[in-house]
């Protein structure tokens, strides 16, 4: 019991030259991995449109209710949120809201320095989290893979999109 | 004049050292756990202590309704005076040092014996069960190692001829006593280990099982008072140990004073090495360690010294 008491202290003390495991951290970086749950972005889509088409999945999603909207649509009858809202201070940053999303809109991102000494600081506008790129899908367009007709886009000239059969006609 | 001098600086020297203690322990547990531990405030994180100390003051200091008011608030205080005031005895350099008494030992071992008050009443006073649990067992803890940590320190005395720390230093001049000494000094680090509640021997404190033990309703500078007098004790007991093992003041080239405080430097940072390296006995393994191994030992080392003093005498 007394040599290895001795063991140990000995071995305690080789330990002062050893690498340090602390990231001193407001100098040095941590990695963070691509997929890292951080700040919520909304990206737009390649042709710089938004990319959100305010289906409300989102905030349904969202455990603790943080993500607010409301849905509007503009002359072509493309669909927009009017407002997008994320209250980061209520925010747990679980990615369901990414996982929810159909149109790739809403993502999270590499990013978790956002302290405030301001509480309404933390909640975030659509201005404040839409960003001018596409995120992690680069090229990926809703509204150019969907069969919905809007204005510039007929039925049948999406992505992968034949022409509507005319049921009507006779001829094969 | 020179008195008044020597009583204001060794106070004030080491209140200081001891607040400074805080911060060289948490760097040196940093430093033997791969961290770096406090490196923000100032250089090096030496700061830390002021900003500990403005923390400390401004906390709201409470007394809980439930306890012993009066004896609630002198526990604290009995520590502090117990540890600062045998102080006065150490002999820090030939001409530094406040009173040279004749009984210079054994007045250190009355005053760590009433330190024991001090524990026993804050966990008394707190009306609190688990600080009566730390109470009793500070007190069961302290009684047992008082007992090998005075007959540790008989060897040392025999060989000197003296309980005058000033004669047990001069008596060092030809050989430290660690050698000689060198059972004597193992069951006196261990006794003082437990006399100054560290790490290894810290049951009445115990915050894996007792919270805080006898200070867990303690709170701003009455737990402040606590924290420093521990400290002051680490001090005290690596002051000590240098006295009577490892030749005072004495050593080459360098003036006396800072040989006395590097090697009590030495003794406080191995203390805070025990800390970072081993673990918490049981209590059981604590009591019976202390009655059937540390008071054998320095039973025989009473009576080895004893026989060796005899012999070189001529009987």
């Known amino acids: 019991m007394f040599i290895s008491a001795l063991r140990t202290i000995w071995t305690i003390l080789l330990h002062a030259f050893h690498k340090r495991e602390t990231v001193l951290y407001p100098e040095q970086k941590p990695y963070l991995p691509p997929r890292w749950r951080g700040?919520?972005?909304?990206?737009?889509?390649?042709?710089?449109?938004?990319?959100?088409?305010a289906c409300y999945l989102c905030a349904a999603a969202c455990p603790p209710d943080c993500i607010s909207l409301q849905a509007t649509e503009d002359e072509h009858g493309r669909r927009y949120p009017e407002f997008f809202r994320i209250n980061f201070s209520r925010c747990i940053f679980c990615g369901y809201c990414e996982e929810a999303c159909p149109t790739f809109a809403i993502q999270l991102t590499p990013?978790?320095?956002?302290?405030?000494?301001?509480?309404?600081?933390?909640?975030?506008?659509?201005?404040?989290?839409l960003i001018n790129g596409t995120?992690?899908?680069?090229?990926?367009?809703?509204?150019r893979v969907s069969g919905l007709e809007i204005g510039g886009k007929g039925k049948g000239e999406s992505i992968n999109e034949r022409p509507p059969v005319d049921t009507k006609s006779l001829l094969p | 004049m020179s008195l008044w001098l020597n009583i204001i600086g060794i106070l004030f020297g080491t209140v200081t050292v001891a607040a400074l203690?805080?911060?060289?322990?948490?760097?040196?547990?940093g430093l033997w756990q791969d961290r770096y531990g406090p490196n923000r405030v100032g250089p090096f994180g030496i700061l830390q202590v002021l900003a500990d100390m403005i923390k400390i003051f401004t906390k709201e200091d409470w007394v809980p309704p439930f306890a012993d008011k009066p004896v609630f608030v002198i526990a604290p205080a009995i520590v502090m005076a117990t540890v600062l005031i045998s102080f006065a005895?150490?002999?820090?350099?030939?001409?530094?040092?406040?009173?040279?008494?004749?009984?210079?030992?054994?007045?250190?071992?009355?005053?760590?014996?009433?330190?024991?008050?001090?524990?026993?009443?804050?966990?008394w006073s707190s009306n609190n069960k688990y600080s009566l649990l730390g109470g009793i067992r500070s007190a069961a803890q302290m009684i047992s190692y008082e007992?090998?940590?005075?007959?540790?320190?008989?060897?040392?005395?025999?060989?000197?001829?003296?309980?005058?720390?000033?004669?047990?230093?001069?008596a060092q001049i030809k050989m430290w006593f660690f050698i000689p000494q060198i059972l004597g000094l193992f069951v006196f680090i261990v006794a003082g280990l437990a006399e100054t509640r560290r790490l290894p021997f810290d049951l009445p404190e115990a915050e894996s099982e007792l919270i805080a033990g006898f200070h867990t309703e303690y709170s701003g500078m009455k737990f402040g008072m606590f924290?420093?007098?521990?400290?002051?004790g680490i001090i005290l007991i690596s002051a000590l140990i240098v006295a009577l093992f490892f030749g005072g003041w004495l050593g080459p080239i360098l003036p006396p004073l800072i040989w006395f405080v590097l090697k009590t430097f030495v003794f406080v940072c191995f203390f805070v090495l025990l800390r970072a390296a081993l673990p918490r006995p049981r209590f059981d393994q604590l009591m019976s360690y202390g009655w059937k191994v540390m008071l054998p030992l320095s039973l025989l080392n009473l009576v080895v010294t004893g026989a060796a003093?005899?012999?070189?005498?001529?009987l």
């Open chain 1, 111 to 129: 990013d978790f320095e956002m302290g405030e000494y301001n509480r309404q600081n933390l909640v975030y506008e659509k201005e404040d989290l």
């Open chain 1, 135 to 143: 995120g992690k899908y680069p090229g990926y367009n809703f509204y």
């Open chain 2, 21 to 29: 203690l805080i911060w060289l322990e948490r760097r040196l547990l």
């Open chain 2, 227 to 232: 924290f420093v007098g521990e400290y002051i």
């Open chain 2, 309 to 314: 003093v005899l012999a070189m005498n001529g």
């Open chain 1, 39 to 53: 700040r919520i972005v909304l990206t737009r889509d390649p042709d710089g449109e938004e990319r959100c088409v």
């Open chain 2, 89 to 123: 005895v150490i002999p820090f350099a030939p001409s530094i040092g406040i009173v040279d008494m004749n009984i210079g030992l054994l007045f250190f071992l009355g005053m760590s014996s009433l330190g024991v008050y001090s524990i026993l009443l804050a966990g």
């Open chain 2, 147 to 170: 007992v090998f940590m005075g007959l540790s320190l008989v060897g040392v005395v025999a060989l000197a001829g003296s309980f005058s720390l000033r004669d047990i230093v001069a």
